[in-house]
């Protein structure tokens, strides 16, 4: 499968691509919009305050720099009251691609986030957004002017929803082949020193490894139930004729499965029921199938088979996703005559992968799939006791119904 290419809109010099669209103005009804942007922010000669997105005098995505030198995020809301919310927090990298992000929710927040880190979240009002002005009208790369604070850089995309991505029931998407949404199209209007330019990768941010999981700072502490793995991993997964926009997401935890405290010269053990491979519905399968773009007829099989990501382009991401049949196994814990008194705790790696897909003149699509790892991890306090720690393997316990193919 070959990779689509991929565009942004380039802005070398002042100017701004407006869209004119009822998208924005129905989907500012809701309780929670949330902004994500791909952008390149030139380091050279970097203005104060520039406009990545803007929404007439409803909300603006930004770039400031609150008087000092470091480039950071700046949204800022206005609900019907005439209210004004907004904040620079954060910083954004130069010279490479970063995933920027405002998410406003009636009555509770503001929220911005940098590469999948929540940098800023400030209460607001219970006030709905301000309806725009100039109904529909948008602009990438300026104020909502089209001239005032200029973006310098690059701008791949934009995607504004009413909520979270997989709660998300509408979805607008501004990029270089034009806008696509629930509604259907419309084509950008180039101002100014707006153009476009071809990539030759598209936007990642980087995947980042798992955290080791943690261990005890002494003996007996209770560890929690799950913890965070790594940030979060986004990336854009474009469409191959500009008529689909999908984001994926992939999320990592530690799961603990059991936590001993073992006494000197005795055995302990702890037996629990493990799940490896993944479990999933078929629709949730056939989502994400879609979503990630497969060919038409790809078949997963049954037991072993892979769907790999990259099929769908990033030069930066490899991670595989296990379809296959959920298998429970039984293992058994043990800490094993310790020298001194033990505490071991095992843990289970989780990915979750995620996507969220705008179509043009349908409805959003998300899915959700977890995949626990056939490994797991053990930690403990004192570290020097790692020895006494014991993961014993029972025979096969239960399993479930075998996931069928995709049929796409």
């Not at 952008?39 to 997105?53: E, M």
């Not at 999948?116 to 009208?137: H, I």
Request: glycine share 10%; hydrophobic share 40%; aromatic share 8%.
């Amino acid at each position: 499968m070959n990779a689509p290419t991929v565009s942004a809109f380039d802005f070398p010099s002042p100017g701004a691509v407006q869209f004119n669209a009822g998208a924005p103005a129905i989907i500012l009804k809701a309780g929670t919009v949330h902004v994500l942007a791909w952008i390149y922010l030139d380091s050279a000669g970097l203005p104060a305050d520039q406009k990545v997105f803007s929404l007439s005098q409803s909300l603006i995505l930004g770039v400031g720099t609150g008087g000092g030198e470091v480039p950071m995020l700046y949204p800022e809301v206005w609900d019907s009251a005439g209210n004004r919310y907004a904040f620079n927090a954060g910083q954004i990298p130069t010279d490479q691609w970063s995933l920027v992000e405002m998410i406003w929710t009636q009555g509770q927040s503001l929220v911005g986030l940098v590469n999948g880190v929540q940098v800023q979240s400030v209460p607001v009002s219970g006030n709905p957004l301000q309806q725009p002005v100039a109904d529909g009208t948008c602009y990438v790369g300026a104020f909502w002017d089209g001239i005032s604070f200029p973006f310098c850089g690059m701008v791949q995309s934009v995607l504004l929803t009413n909520g979270a991505d997989q709660t998300a029931t509408q979805g607008f998407v501004l990029q270089p082949p034009g806008a696509i949404s629930n509604w259907g199209p419309s084509s950008p209007v180039f101002l100014g020193g707006a153009s476009t330019v071809t990539l030759d990768t598209p936007p990642s941010t980087p995947y980042v490894a798992p955290d080791q999981p943690p261990s005890p700072t002494c003996v007996g502490e209770q560890m929690p139930a799950t913890v965070a793995a790594n940030t979060p991993f986004t990336m854009l997964v474009p469409g191959t004729d500009g008529s689909t926009y999908t984001i994926l997401s992939i999320s990592q935890a530690w799961q603990q499965l059991v936590e001993l405290t073992g006494q000197p010269g005795l055995d302990t053990g702890y037996e629990v029921d493990v799940t490896t491979g993944v479990s999933i519905t078929d629709s949730e399968t056939q989502t994400l199938g879609v979503s990630l773009g497969l060919e038409a007829g790809f078949d997963i099989g049954v037991l072993s088979a892979k769907i790999n990501v990259t099929l769908s382009y990033s030069v930066s991401f490899t991670e595989e996703l296990s379809i296959s049949e959920a298998t429970t196994i039984a293992k058994k814990f043990e800490i094993d005559k310790p020298d001194v008194t033990t505490t071991g705790v095992w843990w289970q790696g989780v990915p979750t992968i995620t996507t969220f897909q705008v179509i043009d003149n349908m409805n959003t699509v998300g899915a959700s799939v977890q995949d626990p790892l056939p490994e797991i991890a053990a930690t403990v306090y004192p570290p020097q006791s790692q020895r006494t720690l014991k993961t014993v393997a029972r025979p096969l316990a239960g399993k479930a119904e075998a996931a069928r193919p995709l049929r796409l």
